[in-house]
């Protein structure tokens, strides 16, 4: 990527400064809570790491069998490892599979490990998480090389296209046609729902409602025929999905281990947009994040949806702030800034008075506030209304913005949005229309600089503003961003800590808790 | 454009006509334009059989403006040309809606005005059916097809109860929460459980609820028959493709009918 001019606003940095101390602020007590607490989904996840897989004849996980069996015998404050890798080490079967067989069928009974017994369990069942952590590491390492071999995407932004036919069989070939006309980036947008299941589905699936699910074995097919598409067309080609809903960790985990290369993963969207308990998915979206860290996942965060929720002039500086706390969380969960995909949206009335300006100067502070991040820049969806001819024209101007803003990663603009899912040729000329915008104006962002004191830097500074006061207000509140949550602060939603889909799934760690995946991950 | 073969020219019928046809630039020109894509490599062939196809449309004569090759297997066609089919607008039937779509913001302002206190809808899937699509498509804030779900709306206050909730517990939380409405999903069904449970749900009303007092009763799924609702003992059933906004401008509309008739 050629080096782009920086800090083109010339914001203060001491605003700058101010806002990143205080999205620490709000963000540090998240994480001691988080750090507090467990979830089922997490245990789950540490069960997948340890390679235990597969589904019951009735669909069900083996590892959610195995964890409600161990939550009824010794609860879920303990975590799974102690109780499972003991009743292993007691020979009551000789893997995790068979285990979990007998488990279910009411044939082991699990007890908290003390002493010795539970030094034992506890190193066994890190050898045996170990074992999946090293082979995340090893599908990194291959990541890395299959782009020196095949070359990276030509350029930035890297183009993101979607698929979504519910089957994952019908999912590939439409991928691949997506990968031969352009794009650099396939993302398999999710069965409709399927973040509200506690379970992840097994197997290749061919149904699914507006999307197609995310599991290991659509994982495994996807990712192996975009490496064919890689080595046919010369570039590695990205594959994203969801890590997102009440199973996060466990489909970060399967991400890691079927080398997926993106991941939607944004800190507060399941509390606000699926009225997910608020301590589930802080707690599951740490470990989630931990895990891509690792796995070398880009992660792309959710701001688009607060803009079509929320007038996308007045809650600007909502996007601002929720991207200060990604950032923050990103961080602190070890990801680094080359990883984090934040999320803005093209998403201004148009007939608002200078809507293109406020876009422009909206995607700048994103630019200027994170130099070194990917940004996901989302296009326009709200005030796409069947007139497909102004829709195209609305995407020229969102891809305008981009080249003229360096976006790292551009999902492509649709001016079918809201009429059909896309045609082969509405991809073809939404495909069009990104080229043509790049190759006409991609280098037109090193003769423009705003006018310092013009109407673009002026806005941006102002949300920028707007985004501290923000901040402030919910640190104002006596337990900071739960109760700004719980009280409304984002969105139009209020979601209370104690509320919200999940919270039986989580539990406060007792003072023997073990988890060897959090434990191997914190270490870095 | 001017292709005027054998132009048989209407009269203009500025006022009570009826008859008309497309108009590109010129009264009666019939001028019309469509694109579409052929799975065949681009040829002169490939031009001639979007003409072809145009003709069959109607459109004669049809030009083929614009082709493009998609990849090696299709091509895209812009066409334009004129179409002689005649419009009768005194023919059109639609079926219409028995309410007016409302914006969120009308259905709050109307909520606000009727009720000056929230409504309030209590929502599940009854029965052993643990799939949320549907009632979380139509409550969840991030709706479906672009509109917004019901949580959205300020004046509405959703309890989603989820999946397999029973029809005394959905009774219970009902009253508990003083309902106005109650939807209820059904998505997979076997044996016509969808009725049964629909059935069993709206006689389950009818029995703890004096009539007058009885929240409006809505299902939702893809297997009901939208002119089933007298039949189940419900108000109103919705289908596949239903969007929160039409919910929405349903709920209200049968509160002001609900209030004009107290």
Redesign the interface.
Known sequence: MTTRPRTKLDLDPATVKEARALARKTGRPIVTLAKKHTTVAVERATLRLAGLQGADPDGTPWVNRLMDVVRADTGLEHGVALPVWDALRRGEADDLSTLAQKASAGSVTFRLPEGRDADRARRASRAQVAKGIKRIDARRVERERLIKRHGDAPRKPWIYLIVATGDIYEDIPQAQ?AA??GADIIAVIR???QS?LDYVPEGATREG?AGTYATQENFRLMRAALDESSRELGRYVRLTNYASGLCMPEIAALAGLERLDMMLNDSMYGI????INPVRTFVDQRFSRQVHARAGIIINTGEDNYL??ADAVDAAHTVTTSQLLNEYFAKEAGLEDWQLGLGHAFEIDPDVPDSFRLELAHAMLARDLFPNAPLKWMPP??HMTGDIFKGYLLDGFFNLVGALTGQGILLVGMMT??VVTP???DR??ALQNVRYVMNAAGNLHQDFRPEPDGFIANRARQVLGESVDLMHQILDHEHGLLDAIADGTF???KRPADAG?GLDGVAEKSGAYYNPASEILEER | MSSETGAERLPPSPSGGHIIRPYGDTTGDGMVQVSFTLPMAHSKVAEGAAAQLAAKMGIEPALVVHAKPMGPDFTFFVVYGRVHHLVDTSLVEVVERDYPLLTPKEVNAAVKRALRRRLTVVGACIGSDAHTVGIDAILNIKGFAGEKGLEYYRELKVVNLGAQVSVPQLVERAREEKADAVLVSQVVTQRDAHLLNTREMSAAFRESYPSDKRPLLIVGGPRFDESAAADLGVDRVFTRGTTPGEVASYLVHQLARKRSAA
């Open positions: 046609q031969r006309e069965s409709t729902g509200l409602f606000l947009f699926r009225d079509t929720t969806t709200r949005e809201a045609w082969l040729s073809d000329l969105g139009l939603m889909r």
